[in-house]
């Protein structure tokens, strides 16, 4: 089976895939699917992005589509930034990164708590939805450490493994992360709703 993934980000297909290729489902960019249009994220909560982006990859695509909405929550932020995470201030990634360690200079160490926040959504061209989502509590250091993942990782330090995100191997990072925990919770419950159909269910999931 074949799922396209409402991103072109690779090193969010390579996670998200190696997560469901144990199912024997295969993972595909937009890009590699022919869609080259982006839905307005306009929902208030990763939970709508989600859908919102699965939905509109499902239907260019007219395949079974899955889209990950995911962002950071600092404590000392008020949440922030949030669904925003991807656009918190213009430029790239360590730009973003950046304007998040200058608006924390000042919040000490005790009070540097956050989590990430991943909300999964599949979407089926019968209608079938499902949506799952994931979180992984942390902190903020003052520095960058580690060479790996992508977005805020290299600040993310998760005490119980002593590591940033950055600093962990691929696989305990697939193990852990919100990211992670959101597709184990989706292909728990994917691989229930595969055993039926939508007549068997009486409704949509």
């Known amino acids: 089976m074949t799922f396209v993934l409402a991103s072109n980000n690779l090193k969010k297909r390579r996670e998200m895939g190696q997560i469901l290729q144990a ?22 909560t ?21 889209a990950d909405d995911s962002g950071l929550a600092v404590d000392a932020l008020n949440g922030a930034p949030g669904i925003h995470s991807a656009r918190y201030c213009p ?21 540097r708590g956050a989590k990430f926040v991943s909300a999964v959504a599949c979407v089926f061209p019968d209608g ?6 994931g979180e ?4 903020i250091l003052r520095e960058e450490r580690g060479d790996g993942g992508f977005g805020y990782d290299p600040v993310f330090y998760v ?19 919100h990211r992670a925990r959101a597709m184990e919770a989706l292909a728990d419950r ?5 055993e039926t159909t939508p007549e068997d269910k009486g409704e949509s999931i």
Do not use: W
Request: glycine fraction near 10%; aromatic fraction near 4%.
């Open 46 to 66: 990763f939970e709508e992005n989600a859908l919102i982006k699965a939905r509109a990859a499902c239907q260019a695509a007219g395949m079974p589509a899955l």
């Open 136 to 139: 992984c509590p942390g902190q």
């Open 159 to 177: 005490p119980a493994y002593g590591q940033t995100f950055s600093e962990m191997p691929q696989q305990t990072k697939n193990q852990i992360s």
């Open 91 to 111: 430029g790239s990634d360590r730009d973003r990164l950046l304007f998040l360690l200058k608006n924390m200079e000042q919040v000490p160490d005790g009070q």
């Open 190 to 194: 994917l691989g229930k709703m595969l």
């Open 23 to 44: 199912m024997g489902i295969q993972v595909l960019t937009m890009e590699e699917a022919g869609i080259h249009s982006e839905p307005e994220e306009d929902g208030s």
């Open 128 to 133: 079938r939805e499902l949506v799952c989502r």
